[in-house]
């Protein structure tokens, strides 16, 4: 252990975790939140920009700009001020506008008054999959993620899973195996992904680093296309899954049509 926090120190890795302060807010998205608890992103969990998100998710997660900018613009649109450019992490909770959505893999669905906090109960479930695992893998994740869907479908009189969600429940899953393993295998270590999840902290100390491979629109379409083989969900008809569908959804495009999907989001306080 501290051989290995002395070859961070000379690299420049800082492997604490200062973690969120009172005043701090996070979003329902562990990476965001490891990399604000890290201070690789903003700690505050406030005032983020394009330029901001796009620099911390390239040094946090070798994430390229082409992801970056539209995760950016998306915040951007469901932020309070979004006519700022400026978005604060809490502001990513709104309910069906491209990072939270129903059966996550983590969090609650809205219709139960908390889709923000991390649930125990619902990531045991995901986890349950990976009994005697050491690792988790593409084919594995895929019936993981399938079987949050079904879970929330037959529970939640209110759940909502169109293509767009379909495209996006496809990504939480590619965005955990690429960022704690591989971008492209899809091959991750099950005590690096605890980690994200749970304690949403990057597990420098059990020897993770950041993939060497970027990650970026193409590979991560290429995932989410391997992970729906992997469990046969039936795809929405007419919708090609890969680069294409995934740039569409983040662009509030439906991404079988084109078309523009009109969202109205309202903000309190």
């Known amino acids: 252990m501290h051989s290995t926090l002395l070859l961070l120190s000379l690299a420049g890795i800082s492997a604490a975790l200062p973690g969120p302060r009172p005043d701090d807010v996070r979003s329902p998205c562990p990476g965001l939140n490891s990399l604000a608890n890290h201070d690789i992103c903003l700690r505050s969990g406030k005032g983020y920009t394009v330029p901001i998100l796009t620099k911390c998710l390239a040094s946090g997660f070798n994430v390229g700009p082409d992801f970056a900018l539209i995760v950016g613009a998306a915040g951007i649109g469901s932020g309070k001020t979004p006519l700022g450019l400026t978005f604060d992490l809490d502001g990513l909770d709104h309910h069906n506008f491209i990072i939270e959505d129903d059966a996550s893999l983590s969090r609650a669905d809205a219709s139960t008054g908390d889709n923000h906090s991390f649930n125990k109960t619902i990531w045991d479930t995901v986890l349950n999959y990976y009994t005697n695992m050491s690792t988790a893998t593409i084919p594995v994740a895929a019936k993981a993620k399938y079987n949050r869907v079904t879970t929330e479908n037959k529970r939640n009189p209110t759940f909502s899973y169109g293509p767009t969600q379909f495209v996006l429940s ?100």
């Open 170 to 269: 496809y990504g939480e899953t590619a965005l955990y195996l690429s960022t704690m393993g591989d971008p492209v295998s899809g091959v991750a270590p099950i005590e690096y992904v605890r980690s994200l999840f749970e304690e949403e902290k990057l597990p420098y100390e059990l020897g993770w680093r950041p993939p060497v491979k970027q990650i970026n629109l193409n590979t991560l379409g290429a995932m989410i296309a391997e992970l729906n083989v992997g469990n046969g969900e039936v795809v929405f008809e007419g919708l090609i899954l890969g680069e294409s569908s995934l740039k569409a959804v983040f662009r509030s495009l439906d991404p079988i049509t084109g078309k523009i999907i009109v969202k109205i989001v309202v903000c309190s306080g």
